[in-house]
Nanobody, 118 residues
Framework: QVQLVESGGGLVQAGGSLRLSCAAS????????MGWYRQAPGKQRESVAR???????VYAASVEGRFTISRDNAKNTVYLQMNSLRPEDTAVYYC????????????WGQGTQVTVSS
């Protein structure tokens, strides 16, 4: 069982930055892939960025070059650094854990709101 708790969301102006954190419980953290997903009102949840246990990352085209996912296995924490934020990045952001980055998540966090004002 893995429990995930996100933090770091908030309100920011367009062009600004935020860093999300996701703290994971459980001893398997270093062996699982992690990801950030988001869901805007009226839209489906989508993958933003995912990272393997070894640190290889993949990104959605819409955030490539602006967002960076990273992980600290010693702290059981995964991060999402978001730069050059746009109003269309407004969504609830969810942390997730999965067996591999090409598989659907097995565990979800509760979500954290990110709002980007124009």
């Amino acid at each position: 069982q893995v429990q995930l708790v996100e933090s770091g969301g908030g309100l920011v102006q367009a062009g600004g930055s935020l860093r999300l954190s996701c703290a994971a419980s459980g001893s398997i953290f270093s062996n699982v892939a992690m990801g950030w997903y988001r869901q805007a009102p009226g839209k489906q949840r989508e993958s933003v960025a995912r990272i393997t246990s070894g640190g290889r990352a993949v990104y959605a085209a819409s955030v490539e070059g602006r967002f960076t996912i990273s992980r600290d296995n010693a702290k059981n924490t995964v991060y999402l650094q978001m730069n050059s934020l746009r109003p269309e990045d407004t969504a609830v952001y969810y942390c997730a854990a999965m067996k591999a980055i090409y598989l659907p998540p097995d565990y979800w966090g509760q979500g954290t709101q990110v709002t980007v004002s124009s």
